[in-house]
């Protein structure tokens, strides 16, 4: 989902820069930011997001009228942020169409969770299959499927490969593929690292020894390679 693109609506400029800087530390690659009512409206007649983030106090046109012209020509999903947390103004937001609302203060973990559950149920995958050289992973049942054989793959063993079939085509640094099978502490983890590696190379390549989907690339980390693609 973080290749889905964002747009965030908000008068408050340092608020903007802050809210882009989560999330494109969180992996999003298309996030556009502007600071008016106006400004999203020309922005939306060149081309729709995939989802609106959006404050409620602004000037001149606030979140709730904005949201209006919104639904008059689209139902992509907007997730609300105000300042204010009375039932009142949610059910206004609701009542026009809003997905979900978020009271700020709030915790950039919150508002990630909450734009990937919006985002999820908004536009479900409806191919969970990667296609490889030597096999298929069903993402759905974390299964290869090779030849007549399926094969399971283990909770660590999907996690690294979920990771890397999300960057597809790109580098995935030794760093992150550790720190998404253990977590926050996870020096000292690379030696194992290998090791899943090593058996998720025997359970989706031809000839593990001579990887063509997992490649190796020396002294930065891994990258999958899925069919059709180099």
């Keep these: 989902m973080n290749s889905k693109s964002i747009l965030i609506v908000d008068d408050e400029l340092d608020l903007l820069v802050m809210l882009k800087s989560i999330f494109e530390r969180a992996g999003y690659t298309q996030i556009t930011t502007v600071s008016s009512a106006k400004e999203a ?16 106090m602004m000037p001149e046109m606030d979140g709730f009228e904005l949201l209006q012209e919104i639904r008059a020509i689209s139902k992509v999903p907007v997730l609300m942020l105000t300042a204010k947390g009375e039932a009142e ?13 978020l009271v700020k203060p709030f915790l950039p973990k919150e508002l990630l969770l909450r734009v990937a559950a919006i985002l999820k149920r908004s536009y479900p995958e409806s191919n969970r299959l990667i296609a490889l ?11 290869v499927l090779k030849g007549e054989m399926s094969i399971p793959l283990t909770a660590k063993e999907y ?5 890397l079939a999300e960057n597809a ?13 253990c977590g926050d502490v996870w020096q000292g983890y690379e030696t194992t690292l290998m090791t899943h590696i090593r058996h998720i190379r ?22 999958l390679i899925v069919k059709g693609e180099t």
């Design 169 to 181: 085509g790109r580098i995935v640094t030794i760093g992150a593929l550790c720190q998404t099978a």
């Design 159 to 163: 996690a690294i490969f979920l990771k």
């Design 89 to 101: 103004d949610r059910f206004a937001g609701f009542e026009l169409g809003a997905d979900d609302y």
């Design 133 to 143: 050289e030597g096999a298929t992973v069903d993402l759905d049942k974390a299964e």
């Design 41 to 56: 409206l020309y922005v939306l007649t060149k081309k729709m997001p995939d989802m609106i983030i959006l404050d409620v």
């Design 202 to 223: 025997e359970k989706i390549e031809a000839n593990p020894s001579a990887p063509v989907s997992l490649q190796t690339v020396r002294g930065l980390g891994y990258k």
